[in-house]
């Protein structure tokens, strides 16, 4: 099918003034076959096989960059959750080395982050879950690039409360022992967590996937804020319509990109993600996206009906463009990561409790939000269990990443800056739900999970 000029100035006008770019290309790498007795041995074979697969993506991402124009922002990593690979050698001290390992094979070879480190815990622990979940706060505060999930849930299989409450008490000790909270920005935990997510940090390499795998996450809220603001006659019918072309071509662009990435590191291609990931970039935002619909902040009514139209349309736009479409895919609201989240919840349009019923229709769930340090553990465990109940009830992703912020009030600040942006701490509700969550156990699965 021909190209005409009016479609190559279109997309470079996509790129240069409305923030499209293909926002992470991520190795999903197994690492099962690394295991090794000798644990300084394990470490070695894992610092090689992480190492020489980072490099080659960063060598041949550039080299894409420079061929058509379109920037890659981000260079990833994934791996085999690493409970899997530790049974032999589960201890602190030894979770803490690997997890160094990876920081360090990650750095010297140049990628942002590696995901992984996790486990998946939705029906029980066995000890090496339990002894990772023990050795999150040193590893979360004393690496810089390693990411870690716990998948606590599957609509089939209910949802590990449990687990659930173990997690509070280490954030707040994460939080505690890593400069401003950040470790907590690297920790998400999980129901029905996808295996090829190329997202940070909730990414990690399945037990279902290859050897090696790429998957690619695209983004550009900008050109679909941009085609937005063209349409406001539209009913949400042609809204739709107009959404769905546009994210049609935009899944092109990088279901092209990631198959030639794929070809010249001689590996097989994975999925596209057709996520909008927003940044706190001026013309890179979700929330002003929803805001272009007519709402004149994001949280007030009406916030979640123009975030499902978002939803819907993005992923049928999505689909049609690709066959392979897959990890979270949808529309990510991250608090501190998008300039226009973080402007409503200052003025008081957003609050927690709005946030969580946005979750019920967009993709991933509650994302890098702050509470008051002085939050108990087990209201954070119940903010968490919140949140998972909707993905499981609705067979859907989602997560959460909360960041108990220590000496911190309600609408104070954390300045991180870069990716990470401005969190604003958020008002949590004063009554507790202690006495509930210590029942523990696990959520029954719905009656929906009764499918075959």
Avoid: W
Wanted: contains cysteine; charged residues 25%.
């Amino acid at each position: 099918m021909a190209i005409t000029i009016d479609e190559i100035f279109e997309t470079a006008n996509m790129i240069l003034n409305q923030n499209l770019d293909i926002r992470t290309t991520t190795i999903g790498i197994n690492l099962k076959d690394c295991v090794d007795s000798d644990f300084a041995k394990f470490r070695e074979n894992v610092y090689n096989k992480v190492y020489s697969n980072a490099v080659k993506l960063i060598e041949e991402a550039k080299k894409l960059e420079l061929k058509y124009g379109v920037p890659i922002v981000n260079k990833r990593i994934s791996i085999t959750p690493v409970s899997l690979i530790m049974e032999t050698h589960c201890t602190k001290e030894k979770y803490l080395k690997m997890a160094r390992t990876l920081d360090k094979a990650a750095k010297d070879a140049g990628v942002d982050f590696v995901g992984g480190f996790g486990a998946l815990v939705q029906k029980g622990f066995t000890k090496s879950d339990k002894v990772l979940i023990e050795s999150l706060p040193d590893v979360l505060s004393k690496t810089e690039r390693v990411c870690s999930f716990l998948n606590v849930g599957t609509t089939v299989a209910g949802m590990n409360l449990d687990a659930v409450n173990l997690i509070g008490d280490m954030l707040k000790q994460t939080a505690l022992t890593s400069e401003n909270a950040v470790g907590c920005a690297k920790f998400v935990v999980f129901v029905n967590a996808p295996e090829d997510n190329p997202f940070m940090a909730g990414a990690y390499h399945g037990v279902g996937e290859p050897d090696l795998t790429l998957n690619v996450g695209i983004s550009g809220p900008g050109v679909v804020r941009s085609v937005i603001e063209k349409n406001k006659d539209c009913d949400l019918s042609q809204l739709s319509e107009v959404i769905k072309r546009t994210v049609f071509k935009i899944t092109r662009s990088g279901e092209l990109i990631g198959r030639e990435l794929a070809k010249n590191m001689d590996i097989p291609f994975g999925i596209v993600d057709i996520s909008l990931a927003s940044t706190t970039a001026k013309g890179d935002s979700v929330a002003n996206v929803i805001e272009a619909f007519g709402i004149e902040h994001i949280g007030t009514h009406g916030s979640t009906l123009a975030i499902a139209l978002l939803m819907d349309a993005v992923k049928k736009g999505g689909a049609m463009a690709s066959a392979n479409v897959g990890g979270l895919s949808g529309t990510f609201i991250p608090v501190s990561e998008d300039a226009g989240m973080i402007e409503a919840v200052r003025k008081g349009a957003l609050s927690l409790d709005k946030l969580e019923s946005l979750t019920a229709v967009c993709s991933v769930g509650l994302d890098m939000f702050a509470v008051p340090g002085d939050t108990p553990s087990e209201t954070i465990n119940a903010i968490i269990a919140d949140e998972l109940a909707i993905g499981i009830i609705n067979n859907k992703t989602t997560a959460v990443r909360v960041i108990p912020a220590p000496g911190k009030k309600e609408n104070e600040l954390i300045e991180y800056g870069g990716l990470l942006g401005v969190v604003p701490v958020m008002k949590v509700n004063k009554y507790s739900a202690k006495d509930f969550m210590k029942r523990g156990g696990r959520l029954p699965a719905p009656v929906t999970s009764l499918r075959n």
